[in-house]
């Protein structure tokens, strides 16, 4: 699955990434702009994915993806915002990365126009903006691969993956006015070492998220990044499966929708966008797009 998966995927985050979200422009040449995917994406330093608005307008299907599920809570709410085409940029320079920005956003009109963009970095060795690293309990080696890569299906889809994306949006000011023991009983670990918290208010965000606690299992690969743009900051939620029920499995319980107890999380942090997005395989290098009908 390795060979025809985007590697990008399974690769560590690097220094700085720029994420593009593309809406459609004109549905009469959706197909003329499809055909510059392939050539703007090699699947290691631009990773791809493809809505299920997109899908639609080429009047196809792909099993498994669907629109993100909106869904809200005692003060906060889930918003779905679809869209058509979704870039994850990869890079050392955000020189470089506004160049391949635009020259994507140049490829691919006028079919579809930019309707999203969003910097982001690599905050010390991979911690969220509030101090607490990210991503500790993420799968690795081929457990990484069996939690985000499309497996045993078929040739148009093997080597693909679902992923949800959603940029939160932090409350910095307030997050910090809380005392250490409370920052830690949100989060559910303890900053200075990052062990988890055995007692931890059962809102904590480790025990609405404990990925071993579901059933079946809800593992997925998350490839977040802080952003930070004028006094906003916050994360970008990236989460690779093989499917979108990992996912969803979590956010039930985070939401509260499942026991009743929301996570401590959107006390300070909200989502502003949600969406779901397909990431096609690779053959021979580029994008295996033929279960789109190219």
Not at 61 to 87: E, H, N, Q, R, Y
Not at 159 to 181: K, M, N, P, Y
Request: charged letters at 20%; hydrophobic letters at 40%.
């Amino acid at each position: 699955m390795m060979e025809c998966c985007q590697p990008g995927i399974l690769d560590e985050v690097p220094p700085v990434a720029r994420y593009l979200t593309f809406a459609i422009k004109n549905n009469n040449l959706v197909k003329a702009g499809m055909s510059a995917l392939s050539d703007l994406v090699d699947g290691v330093y631009t990773v791809c994915g493809i809505g299920q608005t997109l899908v639609l307008a080429l009047s196809k299907k792909v099993p498994g993806l669907g629109s993100f599920p909106a869904s809200d809570g005692a003060g906060f709410a889930i918003p779905s915002t679809p869209a058509a085409l979704w870039f994850w940029l990869k890079g050392t320079d955000r020189g470089d990365l506004l160049h391949r920005s635009r020259a994507i956003e140049r490829r691919l009109a006028p079919a579809f126009h930019l309707s999203h963009c969003v910097d982001a970095f690599k905050y010390k060795t991979g911690f969220d903006l509030s101090g607490y690293e990210d991503g500790t309990e993420n799968p690795q080696g081929q457990a990484a691969v069996d939690a985000a890569i499309v497996q045993g299906i078929g040739v148009d889809l093997d080597g693909s993956s679902f992923v949800a994306v959603q940029l939160w949006v932090h409350d910095l000011d307030l997050f910090e006015q809380l005392s250490e023991t409370e920052q830690d009983n949100t989060i559910g670990r303890r900053k200075r070492d990052n062990q988890e918290i055995e007692n931890a208010p059962l809102c904590a965000h480790v025990k609405r998220a404990a990925q071993e606690s579901f059933q079946p299992e809800a593992f997925i690969l998350r490839r977040s990044m802080p952003w930070a743009a004028g006094q906003g900051a916050g994360l970008v939620f990236v989460a690779f499966g093989k499917s979108h029920a990992a996912f969803e499995s979590i956010l039930t319980r985070m939401t509260g929708a499942e026991d009743g107890k929301a996570d401590a999380l959107f006390k300070f942090t909200q989502p502003i966008t949600g969406s779901y997005y397909w990431c096609p395989p690779l053959l021979n290098n580029r994008l295996n797009l033929s279960i789109l009908g190219f």
